[in-house]
Nanobody, 127 residues
């Protein structure tokens, strides 16, 4: 089992920044790829960013590329999502996810295939 707890969400104006954190406990953190997903009201959960277990490879959705940065500190069992130049369309509940496979994490089936999710943190960007 892997337990994930997100923090850092809030209300920010367009153009602002937020940093989300995902604290993990349970099995060996570095054995898991970590991902961030988001879900806006009335929409499906969508992929945002992912990072491999060792942190050497990252992957982003086109909608956030160049604005968001995913990172992890395996010594602290924590992953981060730095979000800059935020837009109103970034408003959503953001979820942290863990899976042993980076391929699964970045696949179209990820929202159905991933078993380990955090509880989510709300990000609201005002215009």
């Amino acid at each position: 089992q892997v337990q994930l707890v997100e923090s850092g969400g809030g209300l920010v104006q367009a153009g602002g920044s937020l940093r989300l954190s995902c604290a993990a406990s349970g099995r060996t953190f570095s054995n898991y790829a970590l991902g961030w997903f988001r879900q806006a009201p009335g929409k499906e959960r969508e992929f945002v960013a992912a990072i491999t277990g060792g942190g050497g490879f990252t992957y982003y959705a086109d909608s956030v590329k160049g604005r968001f940065t995913i990172s992890r500190d395996n010594a602290k069992n924590t992953a981060y999502l730095q979000m800059n130049s935020l837009k109103p369309e970034d408003t959503a509940v953001y979820y942290c996810a863990a899976h042993p496979s980076m391929s699964t994490m970045t696949s179209a089936s990820a929202p159905r295939a991933i078993n380990y999710w955090g509880q989510g943190t709300q990000v609201t960007v005002s215009s």
